[in-house]
């Protein structure tokens, strides 16, 4: 069945990065566009960035700070994140599809925290 596993959260101060990785399994990876999302505690979840099939095109919320990227080799998909705020600070998710969550299931998610 359809699996995400997201991995490479932690917890980094202010002006900190990290990179979010997501293996995902079950469907055919190189054929779907990928996003990241992310839910803060008592928020909705909330798209951070997208990319497209081939990474030919990408989209994010913050392109000062965050890139999106993909192996379609590996079927994992990536989040460079740099100059980490609190704001920042959430549950990161990733799906397939573009404009909306193409799968039901989610994964366990990564925790990011920012804080000094």
């Known amino acids: 069945q359809v699996q995400f596993v997201e991995s490479g959260g932690g917890l980094v101060q202010p002006g900190g990065s990290l990179r979010l990785s997501c293996v995902a399994s079950g469907f055919t990876f190189s054929d779907y566009s990928m996003s990241w999302y992310r839910q803060a505690p008592g928020k909705k979840r909330d798209v951070v960035a997208h990319?497209?099939?081939?990474?030919?095109d990408t989209s994010t919320t913050d392109s000062a700070r965050f890139t999106i990227s993909r192996d379609n080799a590996k079927n994992t998909l990536y989040l460079q994140m740099n100059s980490l705020e609190p704001a920042d600070t959430a549950v990161y998710y990733c799906?397939?599809?573009?404009?909306?969550?193409?799968?039901?299931?989610w994964g366990q998610g990564t925790q990011v925290t920012v804080s000094s």
């Open positions: 799906n397939a599809g573009w404009s909306a969550p193409f799968y039901d299931n």
């Open positions: 990319i497209t099939s081939t990474g030919r």
